[in-house]
């Protein structure tokens, strides 16, 4: 008897760039500001600074060659900032949409952008958070 | 009872043969987000205040008056053909003051490259805008300062035709977060 194993690569998931928001001016009311996946901004009742950096969160992956696999991000997520204070990120999108392809060398990027929700009032300073990021094969 | 155990044996050949060696299937990592919350910036202009060139005479052709600060008090400064016709302390800097809740950050104080002031009939340009602390120190930034003041200095240019009166405008002053 000869027998076939079918071997299957592991599939490996790396952050390679953090979601940055940069510097933002809060109103007293609330608002949000959204960064889209696609790299774009917009805000409502939220300034942003000119000429702050910001960027949407790069992963790359590696696994299977020419398979896909699904992207599963978090419902929300909370940054924490100075004083217990906090914010939630939250409608988060992903490109390329899920399920994404590996290529013939069996590796993919993908970007992940999310919306931040600024409270009335919303205490000054630097926050920062993490957010899960799940794949798997299809 | 032969015939039974080979085909036990062909039964167990199959299962490996049709078995996978499974890896990971899935797994997980963490993004990290970041943001800087800060509030508005509110800047003030003395409504009593105004940046001040006094009364100049012109003698048919060119010049400037500069107004500066020297160790924080006001300076003026002819060059070409003009001349003063007021007292010692007619003219003036402007005076500003801004606030804000952050003091961990940088702001920057920016200026139009010139405007034109008028009579209603000629017009002069007034450039080269300066911004100084208390001290006469002309600064461009301000750092961990909740609320910090500045007064304006800047150069006007006379052609030499222009016709008698008083000369009035106004000019942008900018107040922003260095990023």
């Known amino acids: 008897l000869v027998s076939q194993v079918y071997a299957q690569t592991a599939l490996s998931l790396t952050a390679t760039q953090s979601l940055a928001f940069g510097s933002i001016i809060r109103f007293p009311t609330a608002g949000s500001i959204t960064l889209s996946a696609q790299g774009s901004v917009s805000a409502s009742n939220v300034m942003y600074v000119r000429g702050s950096v910001r960027h949407v969160a790069l992963f790359s992956v590696t696994g299977d060659a020419n398979r896909n696999f699904y992207i599963t991000l978090p419902v929300s997520t909370t940054l924490s900032g100075p004083d217990s204070a906090t914010m939630t990120l939250d409608t988060f999108t992903v490109l390329p949409s899920s399920p994404a392809s590996l290529g013939v060398d069996g590796t993919c990027s993908f970007a992940v952008g999310a919306t931040l929700e600024v409270a009335m009032n919303q205490p000054t300073g630097e926050y920062s958070g993490t957010f899960e990021v799940l794949i798997s094969y299809e | ?179």
């Not at chain 2, 890896?23 to 997980?28: G, H, L, S």
């Not at chain 2, 002069?124 to 961990?144: E, L, P």
């Open chain 2, 1 to 179: 009872m032969k015939k039974a155990f080979v085909v036990l044996l062909v039964v167990a050949g199959l299962l490996v043969a049709t078995g996978n060696v499974f890896a990971d299937t899935e797994t997980t990592n963490q993004g990290t987000a970041t943001v800087k919350v800060l509030t508005p910036l509110v800047l003030t202009h003395d409504t009593t205040s105004k940046l001040n060139f006094g009364s100049i005479g012109v003698i048919g052709s060119a010049g400037t008056v500069t107004v500066a600060s020297t160790g924080g008090v006001a300076t003026r400064t002819l060059q070409g053909a003009v001349g003063y016709t007021d007292s010692t302390n007619a003219y003036a800097l402007d005076y500003f003051s801004a606030s804000s809740l952050v003091t961990t950050t940088t702001y920057y104080i920016g200026f139009t490259d010139s405007v034109t002031i008028t009579n209603g009939y000629n017009t002069m340009t007034v450039s080269d805008f300066k911004a100084y602390d208390s001290s006469g120190n002309q600064i461009t930034t301000s750092y961990g300062n909740s609320a910090f003041y500045f007064w304006v200095g800047a150069k006007l240019t006379l052609s030499g035709s222009e016709s008698a009166g008083t000369y009035s405008g106004t000019y942008p002053v900018y107040l922003g977060y260095l990023e």
